[in-house]
């Protein structure tokens, strides 16, 4: 059976920067007035104000300062709420392709690869651009690889179910180099709104290219990979094909992210370390052997509780590195930028760990060791 490696990782963010403060004035503005606006059926019993939101609140309760976006000026604007993008003709490349692509050139060039010795591509993340012709396959095409390619999507564990699929392939001798990356434009799925969202996400794409082992020295060998999936409607996004043809029975509905954030919160801590340690039964790893921990970004707390669960000891900045003040959850991307901003200084032969999880439930993980 061929072996895998992580040749090379690559993240890009975005310039653009929102901080909690500005983020909160703008929601505060807009609740402010919609509550006036709808006074009389606030008061009357027959409407919901909209509280109000605090930047204390966001970084106590979440471990978030600020996030990266790809588009500022809209997401701030209380009359729109969202990024403004510019549709492009079909002659142009698409902006999720486009955004693709800033983490695939970074993650190609340091491995010093070309895009057609690529022979496959998978675009892992929470949502994509269009129903089809897929992400994947137009970043396929622009990178000149001639193999195969798809769309994948497990909200933010979608990485790390990209790199088991990447892992299975090359092992059954499909591929021998695989590209798996993750464009997350989340501000676009965000409901900024929404109190209890409005400040978890920012936008950021990662990819790994995945090879067949070949004697060459560098990377990371790929011991294995897991996911393991339980199902919850406690974190939805409802956003689809149907969403038109719904509308026209119910002109009010208006799909977004929802969530019950403490079920998810209770959920996650107790799903996630049981699926990384079924990993490491299977591969005779025990915590002590594992140098560090890479965990999918989404609330500090949960990282803690996680890594503890994990790694059998309390979590420090060292054994379970946290990106969450500076990028928000970046979906999943956040682990891959977590593993290339947190590894540099392991040693050849020392393992660690990728555990990421998002809705569906679902986890992946996949335990590395440095060449
Ligand atoms: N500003 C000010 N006050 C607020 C705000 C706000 N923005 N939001 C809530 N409050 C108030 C509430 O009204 C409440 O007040 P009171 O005590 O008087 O009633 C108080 O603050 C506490 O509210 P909550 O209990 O709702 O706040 P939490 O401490 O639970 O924090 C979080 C809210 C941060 C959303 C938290 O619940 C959380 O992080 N939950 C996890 C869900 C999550 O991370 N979602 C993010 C995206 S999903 C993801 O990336 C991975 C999910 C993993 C799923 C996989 C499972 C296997």
Same mark, same amino acid.
């Given at each position: 059976?061929?072996?895998?490696?992580?040749?090379?990782?690559?993240?890009?963010?975005?310039?653009?920067?929102?901080?909690?403060?500005?983020?909160?004035?703008? #929601?505060n503005r807009y609740a402010t007035r919609f509550n006036s606006d709808n006074a009389?059926a606030i008061t009357?019993?027959?409407l919901a104000d909209v509280p109000l939101?605090?930047?204390?609140?966001?970084?106590?309760?979440?471990?978030?300062?600020?996030?990266?976006?790809?588009?500022?000026?809209?997401?701030?604007?209380?009359?729109?709420?969202?990024?403004?993008? /510019?549709?492009?003709?079909?002659?142009?490349?698409?902006?999720?392709?486009?955004?693709?692509?800033?983490?695939?050139?970074?993650?190609?060039?340091?491995?010093?690869?070309?895009?057609?010795?690529?022979?496959?591509?998978?675009?892992?993340?929470?949502?994509?651009?269009?129903?089809?012709?897929?992400?994947?396959?137009?970043?396929?095409?622009?990178?000149?690889?001639?193999?195969?390619?798809?769309?994948?999507?497990?909200?933010?564990?979608?990485?790390? #179910?990209?790199?088991?699929?990447?892992?299975?392939?090359?092992?059954?001798?499909?591929?021998?180099?695989?590209?798996?990356?993750?464009?997350?434009?989340? /501000?676009?799925?965000?409901?900024?709104?929404?109190?209890?969202?409005?400040?978890?996400?920012?936008?950021?794409?990662?990819?790994?290219?995945?090879?067949?082992?070949?004697?060459?020295?560098?990377?990371?060998?790929?011991?294995?990979?897991?996911?393991?999936?339980?199902?919850?409607?406690?974190?939805?996004?409802?956003?689809?094909?149907?969403?038109?043809?719904?509308?026209?029975?119910?002109?009010?509905?208006?799909?977004?992210?929802?969530?019950?954030?403490?079920?998810?919160?209770?959920?996650?801590?107790?799903?996630?370390? /049981?699926?990384?340690?079924?990993?490491?039964?299977?591969?005779?790893?025990?915590?002590?052997?594992?140098?560090?921990?890479?965990?999918?970004?989404?609330?500090?707390?949960?990282?803690?509780?996680?890594?503890?669960?994990?790694?059998?000891?309390?979590? /420090?900045?060292?054994?379970?590195?946290?990106?969450?003040?500076? #990028?928000?959850?970046?979906?999943?991307?956040?682990?891959?930028?977590?593993?290339?901003?947190?590894?540099?200084?392991?040693?050849?032969?020392?393992?660690?760990?990728?555990?990421?999880?998002?809705?569906? #439930?679902?986890?992946?993980?996949?335990?590395?060791?440095?060449?």
């Amino acid at each position: 059976m061929q072996t895998s490696i992580i040749r090379s990782t690559g993240y890009w963010v975005p310039p653009n920067v929102i901080s909690n403060e500005e983020l909160v004035e703008s #929601y505060n503005r807009y609740a402010t007035r919609f509550n006036s606006d709808n006074a009389a059926a606030i008061t009357a019993g027959e409407l919901a104000d909209v509280p109000l939101s605090s930047a204390e609140f966001v970084k106590n309760a979440s471990g978030i300062e600020r996030r990266h976006v790809i588009e500022k000026s809209g997401i701030l604007d209380i009359d729109h709420l969202r990024p403004h993008i /510019t549709p492009r003709p079909f002659d142009e490349v698409s902006f999720h392709a486009e955004f693709a692509l800033k983490s695939v050139k970074i993650a190609l060039e340091k491995a010093g690869i070309d895009g057609s010795d690529v022979d496959g591509v998978i675009v892992a993340s929470s949502a994509q651009q269009r129903n089809f012709p897929g992400i994947a396959c137009e970043i396929q095409s622009l990178i000149g690889s001639q193999g195969w390619s798809f769309d994948l999507t497990m909200a933010c564990a979608s990485a790390l #179910y990209g790199l088991n699929i990447a892992n299975a392939m090359i092992a059954s001798g499909q591929a021998k180099r695989i590209l798996v990356c993750s464009p997350e434009i989340m /501000t676009c799925i965000n409901v900024h709104s929404r109190r209890d969202v409005h400040f978890i996400f920012g936008d950021a794409s990662s990819a790994i290219l995945v090879e067949a082992e070949d004697g060459q020295a560098g990377g990371w060998d790929v011991l294995g990979t897991h996911t393991k999936n339980k199902f919850s409607n406690n974190l939805r996004s409802d956003f689809g094909f149907l969403n038109d043809a719904e509308r026209s029975v119910e002109p009010d509905f208006s799909p977004g992210l929802d969530q019950d954030g403490q079920k998810v919160f209770k959920d996650v801590v107790s799903f996630s370390p /049981t699926v990384a340690r079924e990993l490491m039964d299977r591969l005779k790893i025990a915590p002590e052997d594992v140098r560090r921990t890479w965990l999918h970004q989404a609330n500090i707390r949960m990282v803690e509780m996680i890594a503890k669960r994990i790694l059998g000891r309390d979590r /420090t900045p060292e054994n379970a590195p946290g990106i969450l003040h500076e #990028y928000g959850n970046t979906s999943s991307s956040s682990v891959v930028m977590n593993f290339e901003m947190h590894s540099d200084d392991m040693a050849a032969g020392e393992t660690g760990l990728m555990c990421a999880f998002g809705a569906g #439930y679902g986890v992946g993980a996949a335990a590395i060791r440095k060449r």
